[in-house]
């Protein structure tokens, strides 16, 4: 156990906290890491910061290169697609499996996610946790909802993806009336609509990806082969 502001704090929560600096964009793709840097900033140890990159880099999102150091991967479109893939298979085969009599105490809870959604004062991350709270409260309508925890485990470089593109739009509210679509057809037991709708919305990624990289492309892994050179200020070449 590590020891943190006077508190325990276990290994999987030095973990967690990485793994969501990283998908935050907290620590930005490409960023050089400093296991010194990051147990200080933290307040542990370096035993339970390089196991948390150890498992992160299992996961893709963290590259470890010999005698050269440990960066932030870069967003990688084929890990983005299959994701991607992944997610819109089972989010549509959840919509097939909609009861007819939907729980009504769920619709109006989802009804309550859109309402705040249209807040103008929400940031960022306010509104993805309302975005993932929505989509899993639409799994949780054809009970499925203990599946969304093996999405999310699997989507780490598509959620990346998906808050640089929130950074490039003025506003969510283009997302959020998306997901009224989305609802309305749901609820008016249309799912044909409800499907064409999801995709749509959940496709939209990919333009974004192609926007974003256009103009910063060092965000983006281009060759799995290409190495780091870590200087004073990190570039990859």
């Given at each position: 156990?590590?020891?943190?502001?006077?508190?325990?704090?276990?290994?999987?929560?030095?973990?967690?906290?990485?793994?969501?600096?990283?998908?935050?964009?907290?620590?930005?793709?490409?960023?050089?890491?400093?296991?010194?840097?990051?147990?200080?900033?933290?307040?542990?140890?370096?035993?339970?910061?390089?196991?948390?990159?150890?498992?992160?880099?299992?996961?893709?999102?963290?590259?470890?290169?010999?005698?050269?150091?440990?960066?932030?991967?870069r967003?990688?479109?084929?890990?983005?697609?299959?994701?991607?893939?992944?997610?819109?298979?089972?989010?549509?085969?959840?919509?097939?499996?909609?009861?007819?009599?939907?729980?009504?105490?769920?619709?109006?809870?989802?009804?309550?996610?859109?309402?705040?959604?249209?807040?103008?004062?929400?940031?960022?991350?306010?509104?993805?946790?309302?975005?993932?709270?929505?989509?899993?409260?639409?799994?949780?309508?054809?009970?499925?909802?203990?599946?969304?925890?093996?999405?999310?485990?699997?989507?780490?470089?598509?959620?990346?993806?998906?808050?640089?593109?929130?950074?490039?739009?003025?506003?969510?509210?283009?997302?959020?009336?998306?997901?009224?679509?989305?609802l309305?057809?749901?609820?008016?037991?249309?799912?044909?609509?409800?499907?064409?709708a999801?995709?749509?919305?959940?496709?939209?990624?990919?333009?974004?990806?192609?926007?974003?990289?256009?103009?910063?492309?060092?965000?983006?892994?281009?060759?799995?082969?290409?190495v780091?050179?870590?200087?004073?200020?990190?570039?990859?070449?």
């Amino acid at each position: 156990m590590a020891q943190t502001n006077g508190r325990r704090t276990s290994r999987r929560d030095i973990y967690l906290k990485l793994r969501q600096m990283v998908l935050t964009l907290e620590l930005a793709p490409g960023a050089a890491l400093s296991e010194n840097e990051l147990a200080a900033s933290l307040g542990v140890s370096r035993t339970p910061v390089r196991e948390s990159l150890i498992l992160l880099a299992q996961e893709g999102l963290v590259q470890v290169f010999p005698k050269i150091g440990s960066f932030v991967s870069r967003v990688d479109p084929a890990q983005v697609a299959d994701a991607q893939f992944l997610r819109e298979a089972v989010e549509l085969a959840s919509l097939d499996d909609l009861p007819g009599a939907l729980d009504s105490a769920l619709v109006e809870e989802l009804r309550g996610n859109l309402k705040r959604q249209r807040h103008a004062d929400l940031d960022l991350e306010e509104f993805f946790a309302l975005d993932e709270a929505f989509h899993h409260g639409l799994m949780r309508l054809s009970g499925h909802g203990e599946v969304w925890t093996t999405v999310a485990a699997a989507k780490g470089h598509l959620d990346r993806a998906r808050r640089l593109g929130l950074h490039e739009n003025v506003s969510p509210a283009v997302f959020a009336g998306q997901h009224h679509e989305i609802l309305d057809a749901v609820v008016g037991g249309n799912v044909p609509l409800a499907r064409t709708a999801m995709r749509t919305h959940l496709r939209a990624v990919f333009s974004d990806i192609e926007r974003i990289r256009a103009h910063s492309p060092e965000l983006f892994a281009a060759d799995a082969s290409t190495v780091p050179v870590r200087r004073n200020v990190v570039v990859w070449e």
